[in-house]
C-alpha cells in the first residue's frame, strides 16, 4: 500500500511521475457514479423527465462516450462542442443546443446534424431558425429561455437569472405573446417549452420555486390567451458542489424533491398539466470527479509576511480562483503521513500578482520537486484552460477501474505555434 495520497485507488505520486505535471486526472467510476444517482433518484423516480449534462463543464469524445452510456443527453453552448458530441457520434436527437449568441452558421450546423432542441435565447434568433429550417426542409423543436427574475445566492459572475443578465429572453409579457404567436405560426418551428437557469453553485433548493411559479404564470396566460399547451420545462442546472469550505454536496434529490413538488404543485394549482421536466446539471457530475496535480518549485519564505510556494501550472489550466475568487483544497501527495506545521499559499507560475490556487493552506516543510494534489477540479478546469504566457495545456488522465489511460495529450511548444504564420516581409 502506498504512503503517497491515493485517488481512486492510484498513487498520484507515481501518476504525476508517469504523466508528467501539471495533470488532470479524472475518475470515470466516480462520472458515472453520480450519473446513476441522477438515474436512481431523479430520472427513475419520476415519470416524464430527463437529464442532460451540461457539457461545458468538462468536454472530451471520451467524456461524450461515458455520458451517452449512462443515458444522459449533452447541453452543449458553442460549435465547438456540438462538433465534439457530433466526433463521438453522440446521439443527437439528446442534444439541446443554448447559447445566447449563436451564429447563423452554429444554427446551420445544429439543424444539419438534427440536435433535439434549440434553446431560443433573443428575439432574432426565431427568424434565423425559422428562415434556416425552411430552406432545409426540417422542422425544429425550440424552447424559448426566461430570465426569470431570480437571483441566486452565487458568485455575480454566475448569476443568470437576474432580470439585469445577458442571458434569455426578458420577461415581458405582451413582447413574449407575440414571440410565441410568431412561433406558433410558423410550420417549420416546435415550439416544447420554456427553459431557465438562475445560476451555478447553488445550495439553496427553494431558489427554483420562484423560477417555476414564474413559468406557471405564464403558462397559464399563454394557454388563455395562445392556446399553447406547455410540454416541457426545462429548470436548468446549478447544483453546487464543496470545494473548501462549509459548504456541503448535497444529493441531486435534495434538489430535483424540491424542484418535482414544486411544479406539481404550481402547475396543477393553476389548472395546468406538469409539464416535462429537464435537468441540466454540470458541475454536480464532474466536478469532484477530477484533481489536478503540480510540482513544486520554487519556494519563497518572505519573513513575517508569507510562504509562497510556485507550481508548474496555475491560471492557465486553473482560472477559477482568479475570475471568481474560488476557494480549492489541497494535499501534498508524497507527504500525506507527514505533519501539517507550516501554512504556504501556492501560487500559479504566471506573470500575474492574481495567479494564487490557494491561499494559506496548512502544509508539512515543503521541499521543491513535492507534488501538489488540487481536490474537486474536474469541472471548469480543463475546459476554461488557457494558454497564456504560451504555457502548453496539460493532458487529462481518465482512471477507470485499475486503467489509466490518456484521453487528451499534453500540448507540446509545437502546438502551441500550429496556427501562426509570419509574413514574407518579416522574414529577411
Ligand atoms: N445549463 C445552462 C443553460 C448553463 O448556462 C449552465 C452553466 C449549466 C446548465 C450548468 O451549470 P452547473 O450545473 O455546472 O452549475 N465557469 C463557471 C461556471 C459557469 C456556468 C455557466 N453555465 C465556474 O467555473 O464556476
Known sequence: MSTNYCFQGFDTVSLAKDYGTPLYVLSEDMIREKCRSVRESFLNVYSNTEAVYAS????TKAMCKIIESEGLG????????????????????????????KSLEELEMAIDYGVGRIVVDFEEEIG???????????????????????????????????KDSKFGIPLELESLKAL???????????????????????????????????????AKELKIHQGMELQELNVGGGFGIQYRGDQKTRSISFFTEVIMKSVKNT???????VPRIIIEPGR??????????????AIKKIP??????????????????ALYGAKYDGVIANKVQEEKTEVATIAGKCCESGDILIWDLKVPKLDSGDVLAVKNTGAYNYSMASQYNKIPKPGVVLLSGRRANLIVKRETYSDL????????????
Request: glycine share 12%; aromatic share 10%.
Open 56 to 59: 461545458k463543464a468538462f468536454l
Open 74 to 101: 449533452l447541453d452543449v453552448v458553442s460549435g465547438g462542442e456540438l462538433f465534439t458530441a457530433k466526433e463521438a457520434n453522440f446521439p443527437m436527437g439528446k442534444v439541446i443546443f443554448h447559447g445566447n449568441n
Open 128 to 162: 434565423m431558425i425559422e428562415s434556416l429550417a425552411k430552406a432545409k426542409g426540417k422542422k425544429v423543436n425550440c424552447l424559448f429561455r426566461i430570465t426569470p427574475s431570480i437571483e441566486g445566492k452565487t458568485h455575480k459572475y454566475i448569476m443568470t437569472g437576474q
Open 180 to 218: 410565441v404567436d410568431k412561433t406558433l405560426k410558423s410550420p417549420w418551428i416546435t415550439l416544447q417549452g420554456f427553459h431557465f437557469h438562475i445560476g451555478s453553485q447553488l445550495f439553496e433548493n427553494h431558489i427554483y420555486d420562484g423560477a417555476i411559479q414564474v413559468i406557471g404564470n405564464l
Open 267 to 273: 402547475f396543477e394549482g393553476l389548472g395546468l398539466s
Open 284 to 297: 454536480w457530475i464532474v466536478g469532484e470527479a477530477g484533481i489536478t496535480l503540480y510540482t513544486i518549485g
Open 304 to 321: 513575517e509576511i508569507r510562504t509562497y510556494a510556485s507550481v508548474d501550472g496555475g491560471l492557465p489550466d486553473n482560472p477559477r480562483p
Open 417 to 428: 505555434l500550429r496556427n501562426e504564420e509570419v509574413p514574407g516581409h518579416l522574414e529577411e
